[in-house]
């Protein structure tokens, strides 16, 4: 009698546990680990795909060529109309035969190759936080704005120090030093809590 009230609980403890072993399997499998974000991330054509795609008409599937063409035109730095038929075929091959399968197979795109169909998958919603930053070709070089400041600030004083300007009007160019440092400071803390954002 005690054996099979002991195997009752067991099963009925090993039935409690089941539902949050799937559960956990289930949330694994609907997001994407780092390695397979930084596997997707590290090539620029996937990137290209990505952003093409989240500009697009969500409900609207993109073929195969556009987004080909597309891309060629990025990496050849040209217009759509310019690309020669090398540069539309190369990527055209890499993207069907390469990229696209590899995106499709970590559900970050459904692509289908019969027809030669391209639209962002649910699992692309996790790779957003990482396109969304500001390439070093758009960012604001802060530095230097703090370093043109210092600069300037320490000319106009040590010349107005050395033309033998009373403190008043000294004390006065330290302000406007000390006054333009804060109001850089202030544009860089919003533009970075914009970007956070």
């Known amino acids: 009698m ?3 009230g002991r195997e009752r609980s067991q099963s009925v403890e ?7 072993d799937v559960e956990a399997e289930e949330a694994e499998q609907s997001s994407l680990s780092l390695d397979l974000i930084f596997e997707i991330l590290k090539n620029s054509r996937r990137r290209e795909v990505l952003h093409y795609l989240r500009e697009a008409d969500p409900d609207e599937r993109v073929s195969l060529g556009e987004l080909a063409e597309h891309v060629a035109a990025i990496e ?9 038929s090398s540069e539309r075929k190369r990527v055209y091959v890499g993207l069907y035969q390469c990229h696209l399968p590899k995106m499709d197979d970590m559900g970050v795109v459904d692509f289908n190759q019969d027809r030669g169909h391209v639209a962002l998958a649910p699992a692309a919603d996790y790779l957003t936080e990482y396109l969304d930053t500001p390439s070093d070709a758009t960012a604001v070089r802060w530095h230097r704005y703090y370093a043109a400041i210092s600069g300037i600030g320490l000319a106009v004083v040590t010349l107005s120090a050395a033309a033998g300007l009373t403190g008043g009007v000294l ?5 406007l030093v000390v006054g333009t440092f804060t109001f850089c400071s202030a544009c860089h803390w919003l533009a970075e809590s914009r970007t956070d954002n």
């Open 171 to 175: 004390m006065a160019l330290v302000g």
């Open 14 to 20: 090993a039935e409690q546990e089941a539902p949050a």
């Open 2 to 4: 005690e054996e099979s």
């Open 76 to 84: 050849n730095d040209t217009t759509t109309d310019a690309l020669t």
